[in-house]
């Protein structure tokens, strides 16, 4: 098992990987949606869970924001767990954290 230090510097790793090749105010804007995220869900990456995930998105809906700004955190988020392969198109037992995400410009029960 391995222990948090080599967790937090292969995720970081694979943050900077997914920041990597987005354009300047890309990248400034995913990060800012990235950290908000994780300072409103209270744990690291690899304990995110799809009912967290769920959650945050419903609290996202509620918080009064501009549905442009809603669109782009979850944009952000499901991009950052697709880069790590944690596909929101998993289901089931193996279903990554944005598997709980609805996709952007919908509404959670909109969901395709």
């Not at 809906?61 to 697709?82: E, K």
């Amino acid at each position: 098992m391995q222990d948090e230090t080599t967790l937090v510097t292969a995720w970081d790793a694979a943050r900077r990987a997914w920041l990597a090749h987005k354009r300047y105010n890309t990248a400034r804007a995913y990060t800012a949606a990235w950290r908000g995220f994780f300072a409103w869900a209270g744990v690291p990456p690899w304990e995110v869970t799809p009912e967290l995930a769920r959650t945050w998105a419903s609290h996202l809906g509620d918080s009064g924001l501009a549905s442009s700004t809603i669109n782009l955190r979850l944009s952000a988020m499901l991009s950052f767990y697709d880069v790590v392969g944690l596909r929101a198109t998993r289901s089931g037992p193996a279903a990554g954290p944005a598997a709980g995400l609805p996709m952007p410009g919908c509404t959670p029960s909109h969901q395709p």
